[in-house]
């Protein structure tokens, strides 16, 4: 019998095992690689734990009166819009979930930024490893280590620094923190158990109770279950019913909040969202440039900032080029989907996560209360960081082995560990006001509201008076006028500029810019003091007089204000005038001793020697240590020819 040949036959079956994914799906490892992850997010953020209130943290927080309130806040934070325990701008939003626990965290320990961070810092370290989860799920069929990597990625991304350390960001947070668990249990969901039904549709509720971008995510759902799990429309819809209605009856909710309130609308601005100054379709062709913006910084996330307003990002037009870019950038993507669409539909997904999430913030359909911000890419950059991490493992061929010395794997943490290294360095940025409007001058010069904050990290820190940091004020002054080049109508700059040329003593300066303040907002009270108070430097009394005579009649004019009047008055030699001027102020000041000699010296220079004797006399008998109110009542009652008082007082002149 001839001998069998068993070599080819071996050959082959060595190729066929060859041809067998090596994926790991073993549960040690998927459970150390999600503690990893989790623990280097907490740590990764855990400086912030040490930061202050920043930005909207004093509108949301510590300015807030129902959150102030503890417990005893949150019927009223669930029952109004979302700015109303600071002031009453309503944009039409409402997020009571993150606003509910800054009042709990309050009531627990008050006015401590601390605890508010820490929450921050360890709700997303959690929503890292739910997101490790989530990517186990959503690739099965891939090895463990390319969730490792998308979620890698993912945590130590830079533009999502904002998010974990500006408080009020957790909104944010709590959204995509929720919409991981409602997809967690969609897909756990067995058919006829209700609770399975239940459970997913409060999730959501959460979510859409802590942002309303939250119901981008419907349309996500149901692609995934089509595009991925290749179901049929009808099924992945009829998967989605509970969500569906679960989202009806949290839209009837908002818009009776919202509308419920008599408080109309607010009416945005180009000083809130610049893409109101852009006219016809500018305003489109920009939201498109917006939108590559987006893209660009999910992969290259440098020169971050806080504010991005009126006029960092100019308004284009469909024939600039990063509006072309943008079209050419959708297009390649939309063929990227085409060609992948049944070899590798996780990739197609990815891009479209990307875009359906983000869709609500470009300002192409609608404008929003913001022209950019980093926070807004922090669950939409999810999808584009998928699908770069998919095609990066496919060109290495790993994404179906369990080797984790890839090329792709070793790329993965080299970009993390850089990444990571941005993200502490933009940690300590976020520390306070102070050092965030410092630091993001070099990144949004041309926003005229960077330029305007710097102005007043820097007039604050030159101090007042003689002691004043001239060289800062000087700075200040720079950084205000560069606001105003930037934006012609920038009220708050043209008001600081007058204060700081009245503390530099260009008082001529100070009235220039007060002026034009004025002419920007004639109901502003203050800005009449301050005109009049630089007009009184010049000694120009009275230009002074018809100035502050209005400011004495509000109720926030100072003891200043009354003497700087009286005295103009007095100098003007309208003494009548004056004499009023000084009793109207003291009625408001009682114990101003200095408003009570002026207005002694105005009886004495009127001849009213005996009411200028009283009010002396009243001085020194509420300080017997005043030698000169002592000195000027017995002159006043000599000129009076009260030698009765003469004699009494007379002896305690030494």
């Known amino acids: 019998m001839p001998k069998k040949n068993t070599s080819s036959s071996k050959q082959s079956s060595q190729k066929a095992a060859a041809a067998v994914p090596l994926i790991d799906n073993s549960p040690v490892i998927q459970r150390r690689l999600f503690w990893i992850l989790s623990i280097a997010a907490f740590l990764l953020f855990a400086p912030t734990i040490g930061h202050g209130f920043v930005l909207d943290d004093l509108a949301v927080i510590?300015?807030?009166?129902?959150v102030q309130e503890g417990f005893g806040g949150i019927p009223d934070l669930f029952s109004t819009f979302y700015w109303k325990g600071f002031w009453d701008a309503n944009a039409g939003l409402y997020r009571p979930l993150s606003m509910v626990m800054f009042a709990i965290e309050w009531a627990i320990s008050p006015n401590n930024p601390a605890l508010h961070h820490f929450v921050n810092v360890l709700l997303y370290a959690l929503t890292i490893g739910l997101?490790?989860?989530?990517?186990?799920?959503?690739?099965?069929?891939?090895?463990?280590?390319?969730?490792?990597?998308?979620?890698l990625i993912f945590m130590a991304h830079p533009s999502h620094t904002e998010v974990v350390a500006n408080i009020k960001s957790r909104d944010e947070i709590l959204c995509f923190l929720f919409f991981l668990l409602t997809f967690l249990s969609l897909l756990k969901a067995r058919s006829g158990k209700p609770?399975?039904?239940?459970?997913?549709a409060l999730l959501f509720l959460a979510c859409l109770l802590s942002k309303e971008a939250g119901i981008m995510y419907l349309p996500i759902f149901g692609l995934y279950f089509w595009m991925i799990k290749k179901e049929t429309a009808f099924s992945a819809f009829r998967k989605l019913v509970p969500l569906i209605v679960i989202a009806g009856f949290w839209l009837i909710l908002h818009q009776l909040v919202i509308h419920s309130d008599p408080t109309p609308p607010i009416q945005y601005t180009y000083h809130d969202n610049s893409l109101v100054a852009c006219e016809n379709g500018s305003r489109y062709a920009t939201g498109i440039g917006i939108l590559g913006r987006y893209l660009l910084e999910t992969v290259a996330p440098f020169n971050l900032s806080y504010d991005y307003s009126y006029n960092q990002l100019p308004c284009l037009s469909f024939t600039?080029?990063?509006?072309?870019?943008?079209?050419?950038?959708?297009?390649?993507?939309?063929?990227?989907?085409l060609k992948t669409r049944r070899s590798k539909p996780e990739i197609g997904f990815g891009i479209l996560f990307f875009f359906i999430s983000i869709a609500l913030v470009t300002?192409?359909?609608?404008?929003?209360?913001?022209?950019?911000?980093?926070?807004?890419?922090?669950?939409?950059?999810?999808?584009?960081?998928l699908s770069v991490m998919l095609v990066l493992f496919t060109l290495f061929k790993a994404e179906q082995t369990s080797k984790w010395q890839s090329g792709a794997v070793l790329t993965s943490l080299v970009v993390g560990i850089l990444f990571a290294v941005q993200t502490i360095q933009r940690n300590k940025v976020w520390e306070s006001n102070t050092?965030?409007?410092?630091?993001?001058l070099e990144n949004s010069p041309n926003s005229a509201r960077v330029q305007f904050n710097y102005g007043v990290v820097i007039m604050n820190a030159a101090g007042e008076g003689s002691s004043a940091n001239r060289n800062q004020l000087q700075l200040a002054a720079s950084s205000f006028k560069k606001a105003i080049s930037i934006d012609s109508l920038d009220l708050n700059s043209f008001t600081n500029l007058g204060v700081v040329e009245y503390r530099l003593n260009q008082f001529d300066q100070s009235v220039l810019y007060t002026q034009k303040a004025i002419a920007l907002n004639p109901k502003d009270t203050s800005l009449y003091g301050n005109l009049g108070d630089a007009y009184f430097a010049l000694k120009d009394y009275q230009k002074?007089?018809?100035?502050?005579?209005?400011?004495?009649?509000?109720?926030?004019?100072?003891?200043?204000?009354?003497?700087?009047?009286?005295?103009?008055?007095?100098?003007?030699?309208?003494?009548?005038?004056?004499?009023?001027?000084f009793k109207k102020g003291l009625q408001k000041y009682p114990n101003d001793t200095e408003m009570a000699s002026n207005?002694?010296?105005?009886?004495?220079?009127?001849?009213?020697?005996?009411?200028?004797?009283?009010?002396?006399?009243?001085?020194?008998?509420?300080?017997?240590l005043n030698t000169n109110a002592l000195r000027l009542m017995i002159i006043s009652y000599e000129q009076a020819g009260n030698r009765k008082k003469v004699a009494q007082y007379g002896p305690r002149l030494k």
Do not use: C, M
């Open 62 to 66: 510590e300015n807030n009166k129902f």
């Open 131 to 151: 997101l490790f989860k989530f990517l186990l799920k959503l690739l099965p069929g891939y090895s463990v280590w390319v969730s490792f990597a998308v979620t």
């Open 195 to 200: 609770i399975d039904l239940v459970k997913p």
């Open 320 to 337: 600039s080029l990063p509006v072309i870019t943008t079209l050419a950038a959708v297009i390649l993507l939309g063929l990227v989907i």
């Open 363 to 385: 300002n192409i359909f609608s404008l929003i209360g913001t022209t950019y911000a980093n926070r807004l890419i922090y669950a939409p950059s999810l999808g584009i960081i």
């Open 435 to 440: 050092t965030l409007f410092t630091a993001d």
């Open 544 to 581: 002074t007089t018809n100035t502050l005579k209005r400011v004495t009649y509000w109720k926030n004019a100072t003891s200043g204000h009354h003497k700087r009047y009286g005295i103009s008055l007095f100098n003007l030699k309208r003494y009548e005038e004056a004499i009023a001027a």
């Open 599 to 624: 207005l002694g010296n105005t009886y004495g220079a009127a001849a009213k020697y005996t009411e200028a004797g009283q009010t002396f006399e009243g001085i020194y008998n509420k300080d017997t």
